[in-house]
């Protein structure tokens, strides 16, 4: 067994194609017109072709129960970036427990999109404010060989 892609239905394949890769930089890969294979092990297919696929059962966009996880390690440009596009935004920056900042957004098909920053960004941000290594691992909440792993050159 192996892990192949994660799979999505959208109304429009070329909206989708254009969000996907205007907003998060992703390239088509293989275009099979219902179809399409981007970079990063994600795919796209058209609504009715997933309907045939699943028996005509109702897909239900909009659910809020799962979400696409990427890293950006260039945050604060990433989120000039967006300014530059019409987004839903689930909720604005947030900074998580463990120091990682995150934005979540609907791509056109109301599908979570997650953009977090690098964690090895955020071990060397924490550093670069003077913080020691154990003490960025205190704030991460994570064991020292983790934070010292993204310290090595």
Same mark, same amino acid.
């Given at each position: 067994?192996?892990?192949?892609?994660?799979?999505?239905?959208?109304?429009?394949?070329?909206?989708?194609?254009?969000?996907?890769?205007?907003?998060?930089?992703?390239?088509?890969?293989?275009?099979?017109?219902?179809?399409?294979?981007?970079?990063?092990?994600?795919?796209?297919?058209?609504?009715?072709?997933?309907?045939?696929?699943?028996?005509?059962?109702?897909?239900?966009?909009?659910?809020?129960?799962?979400?696409?996880?990427? @890293?950006?390690?260039?945050?604060?440009?990433?989120?000039?970036?967006?300014?530059?596009?019409?987004?839903? #935004?689930?909720?604005?920056?947030? @900074?998580?427990?463990?120091?990682?900042?995150?934005?979540?957004? #609907?791509? *056109?098909?109301?599908?979570?999109?997650?953009?977090? @920053?690098?964690?090895?960004?955020?071990?060397?941000?924490?550093?670069? &404010?003077?913080? &020691?290594?154990?003490?960025?691992?205190?704030?991460?909440?994570? *064991?020292?060989? #983790?934070?010292?792993?993204?310290?090595?050159?």
């Amino acid at each position: 067994m192996k892990y192949v892609c994660t799979l999505i239905s959208v109304k429009d394949m070329e909206i989708s194609k254009k969000f996907y890769h205007d907003v998060l930089g992703l390239e088509v890969i293989s275009d099979l017109g219902a179809n399409v294979a981007l970079t990063g092990g994600f795919a796209l297919q058209t609504m009715d072709t997933w309907q045939d696929f699943i028996a005509h059962k109702e897909v239900r966009l909009q659910n809020n129960a799962a979400e696409l996880v990427f @890293e950006e390690r260039e945050m604060d440009a990433f989120l000039e970036h967006l300014k530059c596009f019409d987004i839903k #935004y689930v909720h604005d920056i947030v @900074e998580h427990s463990w120091g990682q900042r995150v934005i979540r957004f #609907y791509d *056109p098909d109301y599908h979570i999109i997650e953009v977090g @920053e690098d964690m090895e960004m955020v071990v060397k941000r924490f550093i670069a &404010t003077g913080m &020691t290594e154990l003490q960025v691992a205190e704030r991460m909440n994570v *064991p020292l060989e #983790y934070v010292q792993g993204y310290l090595k050159d």
